[in-house]
């Protein structure tokens, strides 16, 4: 549906993933818009890496994209993940003999993707700038915000311009200008939390420049140095509180983030800002001794630990997101930590929402800035938590026999009762990644699920897989689940 006639364009600030697809979404329903970066324009400059955790692309994030029509384009250099690939500590060689793949469901279709952030942001703006009606501002530094009036003043190479919009959307991330304007209006709500871990980006190029990589490796993985097909985590190093994740990118290298605490109270292992004031002989002795595994794999070690900083990771939650004629979403409303990768795919549905409401409502973009925002905080507060209760588990309890065990019962119940009962025997990783159920509903679902699996786990301890055989258990432990989910109340 068209949009309803007013002259002023829509003013987004913030061209990163979420503001360049919702221009592109607002601007096929009609609207004139109006995004204003404070960075220079990535295609012309480079983007600037170094900062970026790889993003995992799941159900959500696609929905949106396939509603702003840009979907294929995007989907063309993913790489599909369809699991876990655990690295033990005992790994001391780099032929990948000795890795634990998990997967993430019983269904091989389900799968995140991995793509590159710069790649998608860059994609995505040439999308916008595609799209008529949609006018794209670079070096353009917001500094001034009128909520109530819709308009913002900008520092730009030129000198200070102001920009007047129908409304003003704030999608400028989570040290948003926008949303800085409504903490300092009264009754605001707006707190932050940030992890006791930071993290630094490091790189694992393609076979060609691994020349110590082991005979054979890259045949076997596809011209990988290791299995692509999976998220690959070196879990519980440094006394447990540390871990370090690698995707893979269509070049044939793997994007690298470790996570490690800023201060180690416990003695057992470095703190970020004692390994930062290592030499160089250092830093590669902390890897060949918490990452025995990657010493072939990772030639600019030093260099990229040097260059690359180390960054925090911060939690965002904040209430109204609307102020008069000023809306903001995406990590400017709720930033998360990355450990259910889900910071992207949240603030892209945020943005297919918010284009939902807007055309049920006729164009009246004004009339449902407030539903919108109502109907989102309490999902986004419910995957923040998500999120920070996965980096326990990722980083504590993938390598745990107990946990492991657990999962697998989940997957068989799964497998089992998943199309009979999918409100009650659907995981929560596979509601969060794999559907668009609500967060806070898949929260919800998910608790429930997991407390069923402890009572069956009860009936059915992993002592009867070795006793029974993988057939006659999955049988046991779907007959002991449908006693058990049977008996739950809706």
Same mark, same amino acid.
């Given at each position: 549906?068209?949009?309803?006639?007013?002259?002023?364009? %829509?003013?987004?600030?913030?061209?990163?993933? !979420?503001?360049?697809?919702? !221009?592109?979404?607002?601007?096929?329903?009609?609207?004139?818009?109006?995004?204003?970066?404070? /960075?220079?324009?990535?295609?012309?400059?480079?983007?600037?890496?170094?900062?970026?955790?790889?993003? $995992?692309?799941?159900?959500?994030?696609?929905?949106?994209?396939?509603?702003?029509?840009?979907?294929?384009?995007?989907?063309?250099?993913?790489?599909?993940?369809?699991?876990? %690939?655990?690295?033990?500590?005992? +790994?001391?060689? @780099?032929?990948?003999?000795?890795?634990?793949?998990?997967?993430?469901?019983?269904?091989?279709?389900?799968?995140?993707?991995?793509?590159?952030?710069?790649?998608?942001?860059?994609? #995505? #703006?040439?999308?916008?700038?595609?799209? &008529?009606?949609?006018?794209?501002?670079?070096?353009? /530094?917001?500094?001034?915000?009128? +909520?109530?009036?819709?308009?913002?003043?900008?520092?730009?190479?030129?000198?200070?311009?102001?920009?007047?919009?129908?409304?003003?959307?704030?999608?400028?991330?989570?040290?948003?200008?926008?949303?800085?304007?409504?903490?300092?209006?009264?009754?605001?709500?707006?707190?932050?939390?940030?992890?006791?871990?930071?993290?630094?980006? #490091?790189?694992?190029?393609? &076979?060609?420049?691994?020349?110590?990589?082991?005979?054979?490796?890259?045949?076997?993985?596809?011209?990988?140095?290791?299995?692509?097909?999976?998220?690959?985590?070196?879990?519980? /190093?440094?006394?447990?509180?540390?871990?370090?994740?690698?995707?893979?990118?269509?070049?044939?290298?793997?994007?690298?983030? +470790?996570?490690?605490?800023? !201060?180690?109270?416990?003695?057992?292992?470095?703190?970020?800002?004692?390994?930062?004031?290592?030499?160089?002989?250092?830093?590669?002795?902390?890897?060949?001794?918490?990452?025995?595994?990657?010493?072939?794999?990772?030639?600019?070690?030093?260099?990229?630990?040097?260059?690359?900083?180390?960054?925090? #990771?911060?939690?965002?939650?904040?209430?109204?997101?609307?102020?008069?004629?000023?809306?903001?979403?995406?990590?400017?409303?709720?930033?998360?930590?990355?450990?259910?990768?889900?910071?992207?795919?949240?603030?892209?549905?945020?943005?297919? %929402?918010?284009?939902?409401?807007?055309?049920?409502?006729?164009?009246?973009?004004?009339?449902?800035?407030?539903?919108?925002?109502?109907?989102?905080?309490?999902?986004?507060?419910?995957?923040?938590?998500?999120?920070? $209760?996965?980096?326990?588990?990722?980083?504590?309890?993938?390598?745990?026999?107990?946990?492991?065990?657990?999962?697998?019962?989940?997957? @068989?119940?799964?497998? $089992? +009762?998943?199309?009979?009962?999918?409100?009650? !025997?659907?995981?929560?990783?596979?509601?969060? *990644?794999?559907?668009?159920?609500?967060?806070?509903?898949?929260?919800?679902?998910?608790?429930?699920?997991?407390?069923?699996? *402890?009572?069956?786990?009860?009936?059915? &301890?992993?002592?009867?897989?070795?006793?029974?055989?993988?057939?006659?258990?999955?049988?046991?432990?779907?007959?002991?689940?449908?006693?058990?989910?049977?008996?739950?109340?809706?």
């Amino acid at each position: 549906m068209n949009a309803t006639p007013n002259p002023a364009p %829509i003013l987004l600030v913030g061209a990163g993933l !979420a503001g360049s697809l919702l !221009a592109v979404l607002l601007a096929k329903q009609g609207f004139p818009v109006v995004v204003a970066e404070r /960075r220079g324009d990535p295609r012309a400059r480079g983007y600037v890496g170094g900062r970026s955790i790889n993003l $995992a692309l799941s159900v959500r994030g696609i929905t949106a994209l396939k509603d702003a029509g840009i979907a294929d384009q995007v989907l063309a250099d993913a790489l599909p993940m369809p699991g876990r %690939i655990m690295h033990p500590e005992s +790994l001391t060689d @780099a032929t990948g003999e000795g890795t634990v793949f998990q997967p993430y469901s019983q269904d091989p279709a389900d799968a995140i993707l991995s793509v590159s952030r710069g790649g998608l942001n860059i994609a #995505l #703006l040439d999308a916008a700038e595609r799209t &008529p009606g949609v006018k794209l501002l670079f070096d353009h /530094r917001c500094t001034g915000v009128d +909520l109530d009036n819709a308009r913002a003043t900008f520092d730009t190479p030129n000198g200070n311009v102001e920009l007047q919009g129908r409304v003003l959307i704030g999608a400028d991330g989570a040290f948003s200008a926008v949303r800085h304007a409504m903490q300092m209006t009264d009754r605001f709500d707006y707190s932050q939390h940030y992890l006791d871990a930071g993290y630094k980006e #490091l790189h694992i190029p393609a &076979p060609d420049d691994l020349p110590d990589l082991p005979n054979g490796v890259a045949e076997k993985y596809n011209g990988y140095a290791m299995d692509p097909r999976g998220l690959h985590i070196w879990a519980g /190093r440094g006394g447990g509180a540390s871990m370090m994740i690698a995707l893979p990118n269509p070049d044939k290298s793997f994007t690298c983030t +470790l996570f490690w605490p800023f !201060a180690d109270p416990s003695g057992k292992g470095h703190g970020f800002r004692a390994v930062e004031a290592l030499d160089d002989a250092g830093v590669r002795a902390f890897f060949n001794r918490h990452y025995p595994d990657t010493r072939w794999l990772m030639p600019t070690l030093e260099e990229d630990f040097r260059k690359n900083p180390t960054s925090s #990771l911060v939690t965002v939650r904040c209430e109204p997101w609307r102020r008069g004629r000023s809306l903001i979403l995406g990590d400017a409303a709720h930033a998360i930590v990355p450990f259910f990768g889900q910071g992207m795919n949240a603030a892209f549905e945020d943005c297919r %929402i918010l284009s939902e409401m807007i055309e049920e409502a006729g164009g009246d973009i004004e009339r449902v800035m407030d539903p919108f925002w109502q109907s989102r905080v309490e999902h986004a507060n419910a995957i923040a938590d998500m999120a920070i $209760a996965n980096f326990t588990e990722m980083r504590e309890k993938v390598a745990d026999a107990r946990f492991l065990y657990h999962k697998k019962v989940e997957q @068989a119940i799964h497998a $089992a +009762l998943g199309q009979d009962m999918p409100e009650r !025997a659907t995981p929560l990783y596979n509601l969060v *990644s794999f559907t668009n159920v609500p967060y806070a509903e898949a929260r919800k679902r998910g608790q429930q699920l997991d407390a069923a699996v *402890s009572e069956v786990v009860g009936r059915v &301890p992993s002592e009867l897989l070795h006793e029974l055989g993988n057939e006659r258990w999955r049988e046991r432990v779907a007959d002991e689940a449908r006693r058990v989910l049977g008996g739950q109340i809706a």
